[in-house]
């Protein structure tokens, strides 16, 4: 399984804007062969931060997504990018 979490910086006053522009990204990403879980969301105490959160069955589901996800291109409004994807071995219950 494959991990994809963090956040980015966006300017306060767009975040909110920015993560609408993402919802049909997020309901067809969650539609997707593979797909396990995907969030992308405003944070509830930073109003310039949104959250992505991604999981993901294999690196070939993945790859196959991002050649038809079509992701709204605004690399040019993010101000700091802190995600990264992780391989994850196993899983079990937090508590």
Known sequence: MLIIAGH???????????VAEFA?????ARAAPGC?????????????????FERW???????RWRSVAHAPDRG???????????DAAGERPPF
Not at 8 to 18: G, I, K, N, Y
Not at 24 to 28: K, N, P, T
Request: glycine letters at 2%; zero cysteines.
């Open 76 to 86: 040019d409004e993010m101000l700091a990018v802190h995600v990264s994807l992780f």
């Open 36 to 52: 396990l879980d995907v969030a992308i969301t405003a944070d509830s105490v930073d109003p310039g931060r949104i959250n992505n």
């Open 24 to 28: 049909d990204l997020v309901r067809r």
């Open 57 to 63: 069955a294999s690196q070939d589901d993945l790859d």
């Open 8 to 18: 980015v910086q966006v300017a306060p006053e767009r975040r909110d804007a920015l």
